[in-house]
């Protein structure tokens, strides 16, 4: 007698967002909309994350899509998460630095950090919260996590404004653009225009020099030039966009190349520093740091960057 083949349950992908913000709140109905993974959003607030979860739910209803998307503020409903993406804290106000946060979302960090990950011990965990590379340090630190299962959302998103601001200067699609920029996600950031192209051309060879100088200085000041016209709140549509790229290419284990906070160890001659370099990501994480060869203007302005960060650090 043939016996039928055991099928094993489908377990659905789980996501903890942490902050039920603007960026926590996008970032859920990106996910869900793509079907992509159940999420929990997890918030301090009381009704907050509820109150999320509950009109995410009734957008299924519409867009018809069907993961289960759960609002709480007790750590126990995100036990066992793939991912965690961590975007608890305050944004920018006008006039603020990202570092002018760091006391503030310091203390957050190391509040929900060993909360999560003592629930879900095997999650990779992606941080969001400003000033990213030092709170991406910091969570690492407190999580106990391997350094490979904690990455900063930073690089995706840089790349798009320098990509949005290339498209706009040269009047196409910003699908036809990549671009990398390296370095600390705040004014001191390394775009890399040589290593930066429209379908293969870079675009030092289809700009001026001071055009793309301009570009790159407002690719720099991206995140404040929002936080300015929106007098009340930071970005986090792109945020948002580029968080789910993310989490996209750790549960798909697509393997992608793109910039994000990474801990080097040795690379770049930096160590023990988190910091936005391209990186390899898939199911395990962060698998690989790749090494580009700079010249040494832009190995100097990765350095300046990375001095910078190391001051905050030793702020923490
Ligand atoms: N535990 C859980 N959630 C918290 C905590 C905490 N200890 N402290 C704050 N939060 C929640 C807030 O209640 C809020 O819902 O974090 C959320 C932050 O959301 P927003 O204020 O809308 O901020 P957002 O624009 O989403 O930015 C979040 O990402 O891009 C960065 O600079 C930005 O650090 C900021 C973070």
Redesign the pocket.
């Known amino acids: 007698m043939i016996m039928p083949t055991q099928v094993q349950a489908y377990r659905s992908p789980k996501v903890t967002i942490?902050?039920?913000?603007?960026?926590?709140g996008t970032l859920a109905h990106r996910i869900a909309e793509a079907n992509l993974a159940d999420v929990v959003l997890?918030?301090?607030?009381q009704g907050?994350p509820q109150g999320i979860a509950l009109d995410l739910k009734q957008a299924c209803a519409i867009a018809k899509f069907d993961r289960q998307i759960i609002g709480t503020n007790d750590y126990a409903d995100t036990k066992n998460s793939d991912v965690i993406v961590l975007?608890?804290?305050?944004?920018?106000k006008e006039g603020m630095s990202?570092n002018d946060?760091l006391k503030i979302?310091a203390a957050?960090v190391k509040?929900?950090v060993p909360k999560a990950i003592a629930h879900s011990p095997n999650a990779i965990l992606i941080v969001?919260?400003?000033p990213l590379d030092v709170m991406t340090y910091l969570a690492w630190q407190v999580s106990e996590l391997p350094t490979h299962r904690v990455i900063g959302m930073a690089g995706v998103l840089d790349a798009a404004r320098f990509q949005t601001f290339i498209a706009m200067e040269l009047g196409i699609s910003s699908a036809d653009i990549n671009a990398i920029v390296l370095g600390g996600h705040g004014d001191l950031m390394v775009p890399l225009p040589r290593f930066s192209t429209v379908n293969s051309v870079p675009i030092t060879e289809l700009m001026e020099i001071s055009a793309i100088d301009r570009i790159v200085e407002r690719t720099r000041n991206g995140g404040a030039e929002i936080v300015k016209l929106m007098q009340n709140?930071?970005?986090?549509f792109a945020?948002s966009a580029a968080a789910f790229t993310m989490v996209e290419a750790i549960l798909s284990d697509r393997h992608r190349i793109f910039s994000a906070a990474a801990y080097l160890a040795g690379e770049y001659n930096l160590k023990d520093i988190f910091m936005g370099v391209p990186v390899k990501i898939g199911r395990q994480g962060m698998e690989k740091v790749i090494e580009l060869q700079l010249t040494s203007t832009e190995l100097s302005a990765l350095h300046s960057s990375a001095k910078s960060i190391l001051e905050n650090i030793n702020l923490l």
């Open positions: 942490i902050g039920a913000g603007n960026v926590g997890c918030d301090i607030v907050k975007t608890a804290g305050l944004p920018r990202r946060l979302n957050i509040d929900v969001v919260t400003n709140g930071s970005a986090y945020p």
